[in-house]
Nanobody
Framework: QVQLVESGGGLVQAGGSLRLSCAAS????????MGWFRQAPGKEREFVAR????????YYADSVKGRFTISRDNAKNAVTLQMNSLKPEDTAVYYC????????????WGQGTQVTVSS
């Protein structure tokens, strides 16, 4: 099992940038696939980005391609989400997630960090 804590959320104007961080602890981190999800009020949680254990394979939702970048530093047990050219529709609580069981699904989640993008 792995514990995840997000940070870096905040309020930003449209077109601005934020960098979210996720710190992991509890179990080995380096071989877990990691991801970012988000959930807006009244909506279901949606996928944003994922990265494999080595950092060599990434995948993004179409809505964030070209604007967001996921990366990881296994030595620091951390994963980040660099968000550029933010849009109001990016407003949501962002969650860090880990595939701690190696089964291809995310099973461990952080508490979330709020990102609000003003028009």
């Amino acid at each position: 099992q792995v514990q995840l804590v997000e940070s870096g959320g905040g309020l930003v104007q449209a077109g601005g940038s934020l960098r979210l961080s996720c710190a992991a602890s509890g179990r080995t981190f380096s071989r877990y696939a990691m991801g970012w999800f988000r959930q807006a009020p009244g909506k279901e949680r949606e996928f944003v980005a994922r990265i494999n254990w080595s950092g060599g394979i990434t995948y993004y939702a179409d809505s964030v391609k070209g604007r967001f970048t996921i990366s990881r530093d296994n030595a620091k047990n951390a994963v980040t989400l660099q968000m550029n050219s933010l849009k109001p529709e990016d407003t949501a609580v962002y969650y860090c997630a880990a595939d701690s069981r190696g089964l291809g699904t995310f099973d461990s989640w952080g508490q979330g960090t709020q990102v609000t993008v003003s028009s």
